[in-house]
């Protein structure tokens, strides 16, 4: 049987967005980042549940970067900016967004972050503070078809065929990275990194919310951080 008579269509693709924070401000926002990573106070610090190489600051429900280090306000006020710029630009309205998390990570060799999505957020993002793209691991977006028994519902597979490369039989898409860009996705898109080879994988992550949650008619509420 030959594929002469078939036709596949790609529809509905995801919008990953990236910015770039420009060379002298990333410099400055980079440095605060190491003081904090370097310096660390216990009460911000803690670790990831699956990876003990892994470190986070200030990720527990009552912290957030830009609340307890309000020397990185313009960081804030800058991704905020790239957010709205993010929606517009894929077609839709929004007035306002609120960062309603944002956390430093530091990841040491061979840590890893396991495949996860980011609940009660609209849209996550990732800003890349110190990164070698040749030693540091690329962010991966995981297929939802080839779950790997890890889904969180139960759902159904099929087995893939090797012989066969399709961009729906990929178990994870790899996002080449460079230091000083700003990643954005939709929240509930799976994502994580592994086969991290150096030490000082520094990025900061955040959840975003528009400052009103509405379809523009008849539902609605709004988010204070
Ligand atoms: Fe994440």
Redesign the pocket.
């Known amino acids: 049987m030959s594929n002469q008579d078939l036709k596949i269509f790609p529809i509905l693709p995801e919008a990953l967005g990236l910015f770039v924070i420009p060379p002298e401000e990333h410099c400055h926002y980079k440095g605060i980042a190491l003081k904090i990573i370097n310096k660390p106070n216990d009460e911000y610090k803690s670790q990831n549940i699956g990876c003990s190489t892994l470190s986070h600051f200030c990720n527990q429900k009552n912290q957030n970067i830009f609340k307890n280090f309000p020397e990185l306000k313009n960081l804030e006020t800058t991704l905020c900016e790239f957010t709205l710029k993010y929606i517009r630009s894929i077609g839709f309205t929004c007035d306002e967004v609120i960062i309603t998390d944002a956390w430093l990570n530091c990841g040491s060799a061979n840590s890893s972050?396991a495949m996860?999505v980011?609940s009660n957020s609209l849209i996550?993002g990732?800003y890349y503070i110190n990164f070698v793209p040749d030693v540091h691991a690329p962010l991966s977006i995981f297929n939802d078809r080839l779950l790997q028994g890890t889904a969180r519902h139960p759902f159904l597979e099929l087995p893939i065929d090797q012989s066969v490369s399709t961009p729906y039989n990929q178990q994870q898409l790899r996002i080449s990275i460079e230091e000083s860009s700003v990643l954005l996705w939709k929240s509930h898109i799976l994502?994580?990194w592994d086969n991290n080879q150096a030490d000082n994988r520094i990025s900061l992550?955040f959840n975003v919310m528009p400052k009103v949650c509405t379809d523009g008619y008849a539902y609605s509420f709004s988010v204070n951080r």
């Open positions: 972050q996860h980011h996550s990732t994502h994580g992550s």
